[in-house]
Structures are given as structure tokens and as C-alpha cells.
Antibody, heavy 121, light 111 residues
Framework: QITLKESGPTLVKPTQTLTLTCTFS??????????VGWIRQPPGKALEWLAL???????RYSPSLKSRLTITKDTSKNQVVLTMTNMDPVDTATYYC?????????????WGQGTLVTVSS | QSVLTQPPSASGTPGQRVTISCSGS????????VYWYQQLPGTAPKLLIY???QRPSGVPDRFSGSKSGTSASLAISGLRSEDEADYYC????????????FGGGTKLTVL
């Protein structure tokens, strides 16, 4: 069974850096073709892709957020970490991680339960 | 404004067939596969359709997807109350170097 779970702070102040961790089980990020992606959803709004990392360390970022995002993986710990700098109240959202595949790049499943991050002073 | 355009809402009565459209461009839907996600209230999204018209195991065959040119559609037949959810289309976009694009979502109400 494949599971993913997001963890990190629930509240960050404007201008701070957000660090989120996705801890997964049931697959390995050393397996060819496998990847993990981050997606966020502001309250009452649509989904937005943020970043992806694949087994070969290939990384993709949302063009609009690329300067603020960094995605890394720790294969031995089965974790993927996303950092987002210079947080703003508009970044308040539920942040999800999900399994994806290099050869099926629109596939995101399963998803973690999500973690709500609020940006406020 | 999302790159992929969906109607904000749709509705139907139990047993009906409803369709949800997703309009894009040559750089996304026109040249890449389309994916559909279902998000039930208060839960994480779930993959419903992949590669335009394929269903992951466990997804009922009441759900079907199609693509033509730069548009795609999700059809739900035999509508049930438990189908009330938000539905999102998604696709890779060749004009971006990023992960891809989602539609703005369609809230389906079962009357």
C-alpha cells in the first residue's frame, strides 16, 4: 500500500521560509520513473502544481514560483522536502504531495492528506 | 485565471448523464494527455481519468473521458449523490518548463 503524508508548520509569518516534508511508504524514489510532486490549494480555490522531483533528481518548478521554490529528496529516509521562501498571506493554502511518474507526468495518485499552512503575522 | 478552462458549476439529477468540459490550447491539451481528478468535500483529490480516457483500477465505468483537439470532456453516467464533488482537469504544457497546469475546477451538484 502506497501512502504519503505531509508535515510542517501550520503557521508562518510573512517573509519567512516554509519547509514542508513529504514522508512516503510503499514505493522508492530510487526506482526508475518514479517521482513525487507538490500541489497546493488556497481555501476555496483551485489546485496549483508547485514542483516535482524524479528518481534521477530531475526537478521541475512552476514558472511563476520557481525563484522561491526548492525541492530535494532523501531516498534513504523516503522523504521529499519542499522549501518556499518569502512567504506571503496569498500563499495560505493546503499543501499536498503525491506520487507521480516520469513517463506519465499528469498522473498524481495517491495524494497525502494535505497540510494547511496559514501565513499571518 | 487557469490555463485550462472549465465551467465553474454543473448539475444533474440522480441517474442522469452529465459532462464537464475542459478547454486548453495546442501547447497543453492539443499535444499532451489529459487527466481528471475528483475532490470530494474536505478530502484530497483522487485520480479519476488518466491519459485522456483510461480509468485507474477501482474507478467505476460510469466515469469516462474523451479528448478532441484542444478540448477534453469528463462524462458521468448514472449520476449518484456521492458524485457531488469538485472535478479538475489537468495536462502537461509544452510552453512551460514547470510541472503542468490544472483547470479552475467544476463543482458538480447532484440535485
Amino acid at each position: 500500500q502506497i501512502t504519503l503524508k505531509e508535515s510542517g508548520p501550520t503557521l508562518v509569518k510573512p517573509t519567512q521560509t516554509l519547509t514542508l516534508t513529504c514522508t512516503f511508504s510503499g514505493f522508492s524514489l530510487s526506482t526508475s520513473g518514479v517521482g513525487v510532486g507538490w500541489i497546493r490549494q488556497p481555501p476555496g480555490k483551485a489546485l496549483e502544481w508547485l514542483a516535482l522531483i524524479y528518481w534521477n533528481d530531475d526537478k521541475r518548478y512552476s514558472p511563476s514560483l520557481k525563484s522561491r521554490l526548492t525541492i530535494t529528496k532523501d531516498t534513504s529516509k523516503n522523504q521529499v522536502v519542499l522549501t518556499m521562501t518569502n512567504m506571503d498571506p496569498v500563499d495560505t493554502a493546503t499543501y499536498y504531495c503525491a506520487l507521480t511518474y516520469y513517463y506519465d507526468p499528469g498522473w498524481f495518485d495517491p495524494w497525502g492528506q494535505g497540510t494547511l499552512v496559514t501565513v499571518s503575522s | 485565471q487557469s490555463v485550462l478552462t472549465q465551467p465553474p458549476s454543473a448539475s444533474g439529477t440522480p441517474g442522469q448523464r452529465v459532462t464537464i468540459s475542459c478547454s486548453g490550447s495546442s501547447s497543453n491539451i492539443g499535444s499532451n494527455h489529459v487527466y481528471w481528478y475528483q475532490q470530494l468535500p474536505g478530502t484530497a483529490p483522487k485520480l479519476l481519468i488518466y491519459r485522456n480516457n483510461q480509468r485507474p483500477s477501482g474507478v467505476p465505468d460510469r466515469f469516462s473521458g474523451s479528448k478532441s483537439g484542444t478540448s477534453a470532456s469528463l462524462a458521468i453516467s448514472g449520476l449518484r449523490s456521492e458524485d457531488e464533488a469538485d472535478y479538475y482537469c489537468a495536462a502537461w504544457d509544452d510552453s512551460l518548463s514547470g510541472p503542468g497546469v490544472f483547470g479552475g475546477g467544476t463543482k458538480l451538484t447532484v440535485l
